[in-house]
C-alpha cells in the first residue's frame, strides 16, 4: 500500500501495497504499527510500506492507483475522514459510489467484473464469509443477491476466486469480460 496526502502527483506517503503482507485479512489494516519506513521515501517503487500518515493524516480526496507492469491507472474518490485507518480498521462497510466502470478503469479494458450484485467502498464483501471482499474496492456477483460473490477490484482483497490476489483484479468465466487474474502493485495517497 502507498499513501500519500495530496493531488495524484503529489502528497504525503502512507504506504505500497504488492501480493504480500496487505490480505484482506492481515492485521496491518487494524493496527498502528510501521512497516518498512524507509521504503517509504522511494515513490512509485514495488516496495511495500506502511507509514505512520496511514493512522494519522487526515483527508478529503483519496486517489488509488494499480500498476501492472509499467502502466499506472489511477481514479479519485471524494471522501473526508480523519484517517484512512478511521475508515477500514473497524472493518465496517462505508459505500462509495463511483460504479463498476470507475473501478475497472484501474485495471484497462481488460478488466472484468459479474455482472449482477455489486458492492463498493471500504470493507465491502458479500454475506458468505469466504465471498469476495476487499479493504478499498468493488466486489460483485453473477446473481442478484450478494451472498457469493466471485469478482473483485480491489485492494486489500481476499476471499475466492483467488484469496491470494490481494491486489488487482479477479473474475470467474461468469464475468462479463471472462476470466481474468490481473494481479497489481497499489499505491493510495489522499489529501
Known amino acids: 500500500m502507498f499513501i500519500m496526502n495530496s493531488e495524484v502527483t ?5 504506504g ?16 498502528k504499527n510501521v512497516t518498512n519506513l524507509l521504503d517509504g521515501e522511494n515513490g512509485f517503487d514495488g ?3 506502511k ?7 487526515p483527508f478529503s480526496k483519496i486517489c488509488l492507483g494499480m500498476r501492472i507492469g509499467q502502466k499506472i491507472n489511477f481514479i479519485g ?9 478511521s475508515l477500514i480498521s473497524d472493518g465496517q462497510y462505508r459505500a462509495t459510489s463511483l460504479g463498476r466502470d470507475t473501478w475497472k478503469s484501474l485495471i484497462g479494458s481488460q478488466a472484468t467484473l459479474q455482472t449482477a450484485c455489486s458492492r463498493e467502498g471500504f470493507n465491502c464483501g458479500c454475506s458468505v464469509e469466504a465471498a469476495s471482499k476487499a479493504r478499498i474496492g468493488i466486489v460483485a456477483n453473477n446473481q442478484q443477491k450478494c451472498d457469493t460473490c466471485d469478482s473483485k477490484v480491489g485492494f ?8 491470494n490476489n490481494t491486489c488487482g483484479n479477479v473474475g470467474p468465466y461468469t464475468s462479463g469480460n ?3 487474474n490481473f494481479k497489481a502493485m497499489g499505491y493510495i ?3
Open 51 to 57: 507509514l505512520p500518515t496511514y493512522w494519522n493524516t
Open 178 to 180: 471472462g476470466h481474468k
Open 77 to 85: 474518490i471524494d471522501k473526508e475522514a480523519n484517517s484512512l485507518y
Open 189 to 191: 495517497l489522499v489529501q
Open 10 to 14: 503529489h502528497g504525503q506517503l502512507i
Open 47 to 49: 516496495n511495500e510500506t
Open 156 to 163: 486489500g482483497t481476499g476471499g475466492y476466486t483467488d484469496g
Open 16 to 31: 505500497i501495497l504488492s501480493q504480500d503482507s496487505f490480505h484482506f485479512d492481515s492485521p496491518y489494516w487494524s493496527d
